[in-house]
């Protein structure tokens, strides 16, 4: 813990001398005390644009998190959709969101819809790709050991292959939390009318360039938050991969 | 009783190459309630053999019967996310048990088997005899006439190995069942089986098949085990 923040400390007494030893025009790069300034001053509106993009990112991820099980379960049981569908999927990520989210809300509109397709879009294959990949890990042994035992493939997926493969879906989940921001920005930038990536437009637009970067930083401390509450979450629901690392080998 | 006859079995070479004959021509015999251990060098289709007898492959020549066998894996393959009494409950649970009755049924053998008081405890929390002892307890209450030991003790060092040979051969005194034990250890052999057979290297075929008489428990400097120990690496052509 803190380690991260000295290293951070010693990077922002770098910038804040850069700023102001060498002369550098805030309007093209601001002191860290003009964001934290900017960060304190306008912290309703951030605040109520935060909430914006929150709620679309949380739906997003949730929306993606169980498409994205579904999917992995269905590919795990067809080899035949698995060999069509993997491809396409791969395929997928291919298009730059960039491109993509204007053409969603040129059909779809300002409203909430396009910007949720898009992040639950980036966040589904990480999540897919793992999930899978957690599925079919399973030892072989694992599975001709039920097998004696009588037990049916769906027994074997209850009993072994589903929580075998918890642990690569968080995994997956906290890849696509760091991306979903990404896209949620992407998106609003598209067509909002509300949102950080909205306010991060306007305020570049407008050479705020302070407010801009507070603007930043509040999407990269809620990165930060999604993430450390989804490590928290696998660590109370998946307790034994934690302390499994934990224990000294004999 | 089980009864192989004629057994072959070939797998398809990797990447096109040379297929590979695990088994050619195999025929074994196992009565019922008798402990046979097969022996044989690394890759002489002991594996396949237990495969076989429990009806998880099929040979591609000759007959196999078998009543209901459950596997032992090399491995013990514990579930890291279910306790000692719940992991060795699996078949039970896959039978159709409830949570509470599966794990009632096997709370008194963890008594028996020495393991009282680790009911709670997780795989990793385990030393290496103890979760073999689970293992082999899950294989038990799979309740299946045959058990099928896949080197049960290769991964354990020297002193838990010695330690569980001679665990292993209390444990089938009390519970009679049709064991086919698999093991590199010839002395293994020796002490826990009524019957030694011994396997060719591959294409593995039957090259020897000893009959240990002595009575158990069996100690590994009997004249009798050291005898029969010498005869098995004889027939494997190792010098003694």
Request: one cysteine or more; a neutral charge; hydrophobic letters at 50%.
């Amino acid at each position: 813990m803190l380690l991260p923040v000295l290293a951070l400390l010693a990077l922002l007494g770098v910038w804040e001398l850069y700023v102001d030893a060498g002369g550098v025009s805030s309007l093209v790069l601001p002191s860290p005390h003009a964001v934290a300034t900017a960060l304190v001053d306008d912290r309703g509106t951030l605040w109520h644009n935060l909430k914006t993009t929150g709620v679309e990112i949380v739906c997003g991820i949730a929306i993606a998190a169980v498409a994205g099980l579904l999917l992995s379960v269905w590919l795990h049981f067809s080899l035949v959709a698995r060999r069509a569908l993997f491809p396409l999927l791969v395929a997928s990520q291919a298009i730059p969101i960039v491109i993509l989210a204007p053409l969603l809300v040129l059909w779809l509109g300002f409203g909430l819809l396009p910007k949720l397709i898009v992040i639950a879009l980036v966040c589904f294959f990480p999540i897919v790709v793992t999930t899978l990949y957690g599925l079919q890990a399973v030892e072989p042994d694992l599975t001709k050991l039920l097998h004696t035992f009588d037990a049916s493939p769906r027994q074997t997926f209850w009993h072994v292959e589903l929580p075998s493969a918890l642990p690569w879906l968080f995994t997956g989940a906290k890849l696509a939390a760091v991306f979903s921001v990404i896209g949620a920005v992407f998106a609003e930038q598209a067509g909002s009318t509300s949102g950080l990536g909205y306010l991060l437009g306007v305020t570049v637009a407008n050479l705020e360039t302070a407010e801009a970067f507070a603007t930043v930083f509040v999407l990269a401390a809620f990165t930060i938050l999604l993430f450390a509450l989804l490590t928290l979450f696998e660590r109370r629901a998946l307790p034994w991969v934690h302390r499994q690392r934990e224990t000294p080998t004999r | 009783m089980i009864q192989i006859e004629g057994v072959s079995r070939t797998f398809a070479g990797r990447r096109g190459g040379e297929p590979v004959e695990a088994l050619r021509d195999l025929s074994l015999t196992v009565a019922t309630d008798e402990t046979v251990a097969v022996v044989g060098a690394s890759g002489c289709g002991k594996t396949t053999l237990l495969e076989l007898i429990c009806g998880l492959q099929r040979p591609d020549a000759g007959t196999v019967h078998s009543p209901p066998a459950a596997l032992m894996p090399q491995r013990d393959l514990l579930l890291p996310w279910l306790s000692a009494l719940d992991n060795a409950g699996l078949a039970l649970r896959v039978a159709g048990f409830a949570r509470q009755r599966a794990r009632d049924q096997v709370q008194p053998w963890f008594e028996r088997f020495g393991l009282s008081g680790f009911e709670q405890a997780r795989p990793y929390e385990l030393s290496g005899g103890m979760r073999q002892r689970v293992a082999f307890l899950r294989t038990l209450l799979a309740g299946k006439p045959v058990l099928a030991l896949d080197e049960p003790f290769a991964a354990l060092d020297a002193i838990t190995r010695a330690e569980m040979q001679g665990w292993l051969s209390r444990a089938l005194a009390e519970e009679q069942r049709t064991v086919v034990l698999v093991t590199h250890d010839v002395e293994e052999a020796v002490l826990l089986g009524d019957r030694v057979v011994v396997l060719s290297p591959r294409p593995g075929h039957v090259i020897a098949d000893l009959r240990v008489a002595s009575p158990r428990p069996r100690t590994r400097t009997d004249p009798s085990v050291v005898s029969l120990r010498a005869a098995a690496l004889d027939a494997l052509g190792v010098a003694v």
